[in-house]
């Protein structure tokens, strides 16, 4: 076993600690050793948040160094840059190119472009899989699962150590029995979107 | 035993179920949160569990608690201890029959506190054992050892997991429940259980000569430990520990003492590692607290080894390490090349994305209302806020925390400057939770002393900020129990608060005539802006912007500052997934642009 260093990063709300969560339990199944660190507290309410999974022996950190991660997985592009620095060379990255403008944007400007950080995310990224989740929600019907559709990329990209029948199993037995089927499609739709 | 995936705290939660803790209280603060809650989550029924009041009434009823021979834990962050420091430092030196652990969270950074006060010195200075955990799975095992050791040596135990302890994550090896023999009861004793000085300067000769012993004890702790060799040293604790071994990758020519009990020195131990070593860093978070006891010990012993650490300028004196920030600090130390620092590219620039209000919280609506006011009155209003989400009223646009201290100094403070520049309008702010953990005080202070203020109480109906926690106005116990609510209301007219008005501060204009009534007449008043937590009570109502009549004035964005109204190429919009319909950008648009929907 290859050990793997995930880190999933977005703006507070977007579900990268339930995506996270979902990470090492799979992982766990499979008799992986798991570790990582959430953000938790005042930087939910609308701030950058990161969340670190390590899988595989001898971890010692929770928190992924720098210049050490398999996979980046970006809920938005900015978010995505921001964590660069963590992405070892010749680093996957998963990216949801729409933007979410802070609030103080509107107010004080500071507003960016998605499209701006995408470009950046290209340059720099040799192993870049952009996905569209906002389409793969709108066809599973909530903007909700967009955790799950890039679970499903995550998986498919090779990056994480984990099968997609592996993430199946996961998703099934932690979302509530309502929202299975939706999100079995998100996870499936992302996957076959990193695959394309 | 079974693999459970858990959080630090709820791996701390389970280890205290496990070790047989029979009763648990503490008063909610990140980083400490989570545990109390895991026990309440996981309770068998047979644990009593509460969120007290505050954290000197938590450490109370723990105490005694353990004065029945049960096991008892209490459970706050950092400044938490400060508000139970009264107690504890009488505890130190009564002791107590049962295990008692005093669980408090530091934050190194600090991430989501006011200070970065070191638990561990506290530890020191009460002169109590510390446990200090590194790793999820250790806190999950030494919180029962932490029990032990407190009923071996009959005395509470400070356990001080930080940050990245408490929120990591990691799958954790359970283990058997341990089995306790029956609680015997409390057991009258007037010279063990009764505080006078002379019990105090005898148990004060006791604690000197027990702690140098709990000391030796600790060399042979499991989880202190020294490994590698070589000329230099490193010693280390908590999670700077895993950072250590992260950069060290290994190898075996540094030697490593890992001291998880900072606190009796666990001094045979540290001349076993100071043996052959030229050199020693400490790596540690906060105060040296292991580099001036290794100072100590090498004065004390006449040892030629030199230690380096935060007083030589080696390691940062200030917020949390890293593997970043450490691998420099270590390559140094050790003669090695230093890594490059790495040059920053050219990044676009970043979006800043500072914690907001959520949109539709009740607080946004009560500034707003008493911003609004101040301006017709034509008056200079001062703003004293306190501990909670409203502190994020010091945001632009609203710009309403003039002053933020401690839970409860929002009431306090406003009455000190009021007494000195009394021309000027006081309001204080305070949350339900805050006026109960300390607001009141204040409050019967404000009266008694015959300030002019008005206290603003933003009643959202929970403990907000940490997660929602019940409080006395809830009605609700952590037991679970339906309770009779303290009523706030009632409260202030026991205390002689002559205008109490209740409001809904999302009806702007009622409030806004609250507030300029209150500021009509003198003495202390309280206005109670009461409107459920948003994030609690889900709202199907939404609010729309007729963009034929919207002139783009921007004025709802530059007025409230809400996360759900942006402008886009100019033009403004509601994003309907954030918006609660609550309505307060209704009444400040000045075209009537804006209407509600349901």
Redo the contacts between chains.
Sequence with gaps: MMNKNILLCG??GQGTVLA??LI??AA?EKGF????????????????VVSHVRLGE?I????I??KKADLIIGFEP?EA??C??YLKKGGCVIVCPKDI????????G???KGS??LE?LKQKVEKLIVVDGDEICRQCGS?KVLNVVLLGAAVASGETGITLEEMEKAVEKRVPEKFKEMNMKALRLGAQAAEK | MADMFLMGNEAIGMGAIRAGVSFVAGYPGTPSTEVLETVAKHNDGKIHVEWSVNEKAAMEAAAAAAYTGARSMVTMKQVGLNVATDPLMSLAYMGVKGGMVVMVADDPGPISSQTEQDSRTFGIYSKLPVFDPSSVQEAYEMIADAFEYSEKYKTPVLFRPTTRVCHGVENVKTLEKIQLPPIEGFVKDTLKWVIFPRTSFMNHKMIEKRNPEIGNDFSSYKFNKITGSGKKGIITGGISYEYVMEILGGRDDVKLFKVSTPFPFPEKAALEFAEGLDEVLAVEELDPVLERQMLQLVGKHHLNVEIKGKLTGNVNQAGENSTETLLPVIAKFLGEEVPEEEKTEETPSMPVRPPVLCAGCPHRASFYAVKKAVEKMGETGVYCGDIGCYTLGNAKPLDMVDTCLCMGAGITMAQGLYHMEPDKKYFAFAGDSTFFASGITGIVNAVYNQADLTVCILDNSTTAMTGHQPHPGTGKTMMGEIVEKIDIKKVLEGIGVKYIQTVDPLDLNASIEAVRNACALGGVKAIIFKSPCIAIVKSSKKCEIDENKCIRCRKCIREIGCPAISAENGVIKIDSSLCTGCTLCTNVCPVNAIGGVR
């Design positions: 703006v507070g996270s969560r090492a339990l766990m050793e798991t570790k990582g660190a959430e953000t938790i507290g005042m930087a939910q309410r609308g701030g950058s001898n010692h950190s929770p928190l160094p720098h900015a840059v921001r660069l620095p403008q802070p609030v103080t944007s509107s107010l004080m500071g507003s960016y701006e950080m950046y903007p």
